[in-house]
C-alpha cells in the first residue's frame, strides 16, 4: 500500500499543531499560521512533503469548493437582495476605486489592460476570514468600523463571482481560447438560468424528499452531489470550479435546509480548507522573497497606504467621525484570500506571469500576517493624527446637534443608542429624568432627532463632545457601546471632564471589569452574568419554584458578584452611594401600588424595620418628602419610598411594596 500521502497528511497535521498553538499565543490569526505552515512544510522550506506536493494541491483545491461552497449558503439570494446602504454603495466606492487605481498604475508600469485589469481585482479584495475573526477577538463585530468593515467585505465576497467569470475573457481577448467570447456567454447565461431553476423550484422539492427519510447519510451525499455536480458543469463552460461552488451553495440557500447542509459541511470544510491555506504557504519561494525584499516592500508599502486611503473614503461618505474613518480604512487595508483562488485562475490562463505571481504572493501573505497588529494600533494612530493641526478640528469639534445639555443639570448622558440605549431613554422618559444622548450613527441620530429625542451625533472619546452633552453637570452618565477599546477611552476621559460623575457602562465579559474599573467606573454590567441569572431563573420557573424564593436567590447571587464591582468614590458619598460603600446594602426606590399591603397604612403598624429587617430612609408624595419618617408616617398609593437594607431583605420585603407576592 502506498503510504506516502499519509506520511505527508500526517507531518503537515502535526507540523500545523504546533504552528497553530504558538500563532494561538502570540494573537495570530489561524489562516496565517496555516500559511506559515506551508511555508516551513513546503519545497523551499524543509521539503517534508517530497513527491506528494501534488496530491496535497489536489485536496487543497477540494478545499477550495467547500470553502465557496459554504460561502454560497451563507449568503443566499434573499442575503444578496436585501444589502443596502454600506456593503453596495460603499463596497463599490471601495471595490471600483481600488480596482480603477490599481489597474492604471499598472498600466503605466507597463502591463497591459487585461493583465492590469486582473490586478486590479487582486487589490480590491480583502480578507474576510481574518478580518471576521480579529473584530471578534477585540469584540468590535457590532462597533460602527466593524459593521462598516463587514458590510464591504460581504460586497467583495459577491463581486468575486463576476471577477471569476471575467478571467476567461480576459483570457480569450489577450491569448485566444479557441472559442468566440460570444459563445462563451451563452453557455454562461444557459447555466445561470439552469442554476437559477433548480434553486427555485427543483432543489428543494428533492431536498424535503430526502429529509422525509431522516437518513442523515443520504442528505451529506446529496449535498456533497450538488457541490461538486455544480461546479463540474461549470466546469465545461470554462468556468472554473470554485465559481461553480459558489453558485451550488447558493442553490441550496434557497431551501429552509441550508442551515442542516452548513452543519453538515462544515467539518470537512474546516479539514480540507486548511490543505488549501497550506498549499498557499508552499508556493511562497523564499529565495525570491530575500532577492526582491526591497521592491516586495515598497509594493506592501503603496498597496496599503492605497487600500487604507479609499476604504476610508467610505464611514466619510456616510458623514462618520475620524476614528471611524481610520479603523475602517486599517481593517480593509490588507489583501484576502479570495485573491488567491483568482490569481491561480490568472496563471492558468496566463494572464501573469510565474514570477509575478511569487511578488503576489510575498505581498499577500505579509498583508496578510500584518493587519492583525495593524488594527489592534488604530486606536493610538488615532490619537497620533489628533495631535496635528490639519485633523485637530476633525478629531475635537466632533458633537453636532442643537440640545437643551446646555441649560441642565444632574441629567442623564446616554453613549449609544442600540437597544440598550433605546431602553434606557424609554425608562427615562417614564420616570422623568432630562437626558441626552450620544451616537456615532449619522442616519440614526437624524431619524431619532425627528422623532423628538434629544440625540446628539459625536464621538464621546472626545473630551469637547462629552462638554457638549453636559457631562460636567450631569450626575450619571451610562456607555451602552459594542466597542470595547472605545468604551475604556470613554470612562478615562468622562472622569477626567466630571470626577464626580456617576459611570455605569455595560460589558460583555466579566474579563473586562477590573480595567473599567481602574478607568473610573463606578459600576460594570457584564452582559454574560445578566444573561446567566436570567437563564437560571427562567429554569428555576419552569420547575415551578416559588417566585419568593427565586428573587431571594437572584438577590443574594447579584449582591455576592457585584461586590467585585464596588469602588469608593472619589467624592464624599451620598445615599445613592451607600451601596457603593457597604457592598452588604442595597438602597432602592418603590413605587407604593394601589391595594399594596402598606398602601394606606403607616410604618409602624406593619412594622417594617422589625418584622422585615429594612429601613424606610425616606417617602417622596404629593405632601412633599419626609426624611427618615416615624412610626405615625403613613404611606399612601403612588408614593415613592426610598428602602435601605440587605439585598436579599428587600427583595423579600418587596412585595409589600408592589402587591405582588
Not at 490599481?102 to 481574518?130: D, K, N, P, Y
Not at 471589569?513 to 420557573?541: M, N
Amino acid at each position: 500500500m502506498e503510504t506516502g500521502i499519509l506520511t505527508s497528511i500526517v507531518l503537515i497535521f502535526g507540523l500545523s499543531i504546533i504552528v497553530l498553538y504558538l500563532c494561538e499565543q502570540l494573537k495570530i490569526p489561524t489562516v496565517v499560521g496555516l500559511i506559515l505552515t506551508g511555508l516551513i512544510a513546503g519545497p523551499h522550506g524543509l521539503s517534508l512533503i517530497g513527491g506528494a506536493q501534488g496530491e496535497v494541491e489536489t485536496l487543497a483545491e477540494i478545499g477550495i469548493i467547500l470553502l465557496l461552497f459554504t460561502i454560497g449558503l451563507e449568503l443566499s439570494f434573499d442575503t444578496l437582495w436585501s444589502i443596502r446602504n454600506v456593503s453596495i454603495i460603499g463596497g463599490s466606492i471601495q471595490v471600483i476605486l481600488t480596482c480603477a487605481a490599481t489597474s492604471l498604475a499598472a498600466m503605466l508600469l507597463g502591463r497591459t489592460m487585461q493583465e492590469a485589469l486582473l490586478i486590479g481585482f487582486l487589490v480590491s479584495l480583502s480578507s474576510t476570514a481574518i478580518m471576521l475573526k480579529v473584530l471578534q477577538e477585540r469584540g468590535e463585530v457590532d462597533s460602527p468600523h466593524g459593521s462598516i468593515s463587514l458590510g464591504v467585505l460581504i460586497f467583495q465576497d459577491i463581486v468575486v463571482v463576476p471577477m471569476m467569470m471575467a478571467i476567461p475573457f480576459l483570457a480569450g481577448a489577450s491569448v485566444g481560447t479557441g472559442e468566440p467570447l460570444e459563445m462563451i456567454l451563452m453557455k454562461d447565461i444557459v447555466i445561470l438560468a439552469i442554476l437559477i431553476v433548480s434553486a427555485k423550484w427543483i432543489i428543494p422539492e428533492v431536498l424535503y424528499q430526502i429529509a422525509r427519510t431522516k437518513k442523515r447519510e443520504i442528505f451529506l451525499l446529496f449535498i456533497i452531489f450538488i457541490c461538486i455536480g455544480v461546479a463540474w458543469l461549470t466546469s465545461l463552460a470554462g468556468l472554473s470550479l470554485a465559481l461553480g461552488a459558489l453558485l451550488a451553495g447558493l442553490i441550496i440557500s434557497e431551501s429552509e435546509y441550508s442551515h442542516q447542509a452548513i452543519g453538515s459541511v462544515i467539518p470537512f470544510r474546516d479539514v480540507f480548507a486548511s490543505f488549501f491555506f497550506i498549499s498557499i504557504g508552499m508556493l511562497l519561494d523564499i529565495g525570491f522573497l530575500v532577492g526582491h525584499i526591497v521592491p516586495i516592500l515598497l509594493v506592501i508599502i503603496l498597496v496599503v497606504l492605497l487600500k487604507v486611503a479609499i476604504a476610508s473614503l467610505i464611514p466619510w461618505f456616510f458623514g462618520y467621525p475620524i476614528r471611524t474613518i481610520v479603523l475602517t480604512g486599517l481593517a480593509l487595508g490588507q489583501i484576502g484570500e479570495f485573491s488567491f483562488i483568482l490569481s491561480w485562475s490568472g496563471l492558468e490562463y496566463g494572464l501573469i506571469t510565474p514570477e509575478f505571481y511569487q511578488l503576489f504572493i510575498a505581498v499577500t501573505l505579509i498583508t496578510m500576517a500584518a493587519s492583525p497588529f495593524v488594527v489592534a494600533r488604530g486606536p493610538k494612530l488615532v490619537d497620533l493624527l489628533c495631535r496635528f493641526n490639519f485633523f485637530a478640528s476633525m478629531c475635537g469639534d466632533l458633537a453636532r446637534g442643537e440640545t437643551d445639555a446646555s441649560r441642565m443639570r444632574d441629567h442623564l448622558v446616554i453613549v449609544g443608542f442600540g437597544l440598550n440605549g433605546r431602553n434606557l431613554s424609554r425608562a427615562a422618559r417614564s420616570g422623568g429624568i432630562p437626558y441626552v444622548i450620544l451616537e456615532m450613527n449619522p442616519e440614526t441620530v437624524r431619524r431619532e432627532r425627528e422623532k423628538g429625542e434629544p440625540i446628539v451625533y459625536g464621538d464621546a472619546t472626545y473630551a469637547e463632545v462629552l462638554k457638549h452633552a453636559g457631562a460636567e453637570r450631569a450626575r450619571v452618565l451610562v456607555v451602552v457601546i459594542n466597542d470595547p477599546a472605545s468604551t475604556r477611552r470613554i470612562v478615562s476621559v468622562a472622569r477626567a471632564v466630571n470626577p464626580a460623575l456617576h459611570i455605569i457602562v455595560r460589558t460583555r465579559y466579566l474579563q473586562e471589569i477590573g480595567a473599567l474599573k481602574d478607568l473610573g467606573a463606578d459600576e460594570v454590567i457584564p452582559e454574560e452574568f445578566e444573561t446567566s441569572v436570567e437563564i437560571f431563573t427562567r429554569v428555576l420557573k419552569k420547575y415551578l419554584v416559588p417566585k419568593d424564593v427565586i428573587e431571594k436567590f437572584t438577590g443574594e447571587v447579584r449582591s455576592d458578584a457585584y461586590q467585585m464591582l464596588r469602588v469608593t468614590p472619589r467624592i464624599s458619598p451620598g445615599l445613592s452611594d451607600l451601596s457603593l460603600e457597604v457592598p452588604e446594602i442595597e438602597v432602592t426606590t418603590f413605587r407604593v401600588a394601589p391595594g399594596a399591603p402598606i398602601a394606606g397604612r403607616t410604618l409602624g403598624a406593619l412594622q417594617v424595620r422589625k418584622k422585615y429587617g429594612i429601613t424606610i430612609a425616606a417617602i417622596q408624595g404629593v405632601q412633599g418628602i419626609v426624611v427618615s419618617p416615624d412610626g405615625e408616617t403613613p404611606v399612601n398609593p403612588d408614593d415613592r419610598v426610598i428602602v435601605i437594607g440587605p439585598p436579599d431583605k428587600i427583595t423579600a420585603a418587596s412585595f409589600l411594596f408592589t402587591g405582588a407576592g
